[in-house]
């Protein structure tokens, strides 16, 4: 699938007339991927959860392959393993991410996706400044971490998963570091995004904000 590394950290995404691309970023647990999913019903856009490549990347890591072998050789089933929501994972993508030649492996994958016919939109961290600078509407979604770590408790123990909340909020923020702070392709708002904070927001309201913004960029 991740054919033809592409080494170069900015570029175009929109050259598709046909296109029309949101970006969607943020740190995590902000409601990105549920903002993002119920934008891309809403419009009938595809969604990509880029998360999910580095998660993807990141569990192979943790079963004993190589991190750039395992970008290079990503396939679209590897996104639908079962344990790709845990937190051990979120860490070791997290750790993978940081790796400008793993990122450079899935920059072409992902900006193919953002010109697909009919809209696309792609949720992650660097998709505003890096994988798509041409985007036509960038939101930065994000809330206070005491509430995001709330958030991420509350989807882990709907999925069985039990953990302190001190843990939780721990393994947001270290992660938001290392996010933040990493040399390539850092987490950032982009200067041409509109900043969306849900920390007192409904999802419905998020929602509701962020489709008000796409409709008003294709009118
Ligand atoms: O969004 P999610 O929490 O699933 O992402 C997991 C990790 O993947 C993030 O903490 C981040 O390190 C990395 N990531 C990234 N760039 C993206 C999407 C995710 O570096 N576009």
Redesign the pocket.
């Known amino acids: 699938m991740f054919v033809g590394a592409d080494h170069t950290t900015e570029g175009f995404c929109n050259m598709n007339s046909a296109s029309f691309t949101v970006a969607i970023?943020g740190p995590?647990?902000a409601g990105?991927?549920t903002i993002s999913k119920a934008v891309a019903a809403y419009f009938g856009f595809s969604h990509l959860?880029?998360?999910?490549?580095?998660?993807a990347v990141?569990a192979k890591v943790l079963s004993g392959m190589d991190a750039l072998k395992a970008a290079q050789t990503l396939e679209v089933a590897d996104l639908n393993s079962p344990n790709?929501?845990s937190p051990d994972v979120?860490?070791a993508?997290?750790?993978?991410?940081?790796d400008v030649d793993v990122?450079a492996a899935?920059v072409a994958f992902?900006r193919q996706f953002a010109v697909r016919d009919g809209g696309a939109v792609?949720?992650?961290?660097?998709?505003a400044t890096v994988?798509c600078v041409d985007a036509d509407v960038k939101l930065f979604v994000t809330a206070s971490p005491t509430k995001r770590a709330k958030r991420r408790m509350d989807e882990l123990n709907a999925n069985g998963i039990e953990l302190a909340f001190s843990d939780v909020l721990a393994d947001v923020e270290a992660?938001?570091k290392?996010?933040r702070e990493?040399a390539t392709?850092p987490?950032k708002c982009a200067d041409d995004a509109v900043m969306l904070d849900t920390t007192h927001l409904t999802a419905d309201e998020a929602i509701a904000r962020a489709i008000k913004y796409i409709m008003a960029a294709r009118s």
Do not use: E, M, N
Not at 49 to 55: A, E, I, P, Q, S
Not at 122 to 127: C, K, N, Q
């Open positions: 970023d995590a647990a990105k991927g959860d880029t998360g999910l490549l580095y998660r990141g790709l929501r979120a860490q993508a997290s750790r993978v991410a940081v990122r899935l992902q792609l949720d992650g961290r660097d998709i994988i992660r938001d290392r996010d990493r392709a987490l």
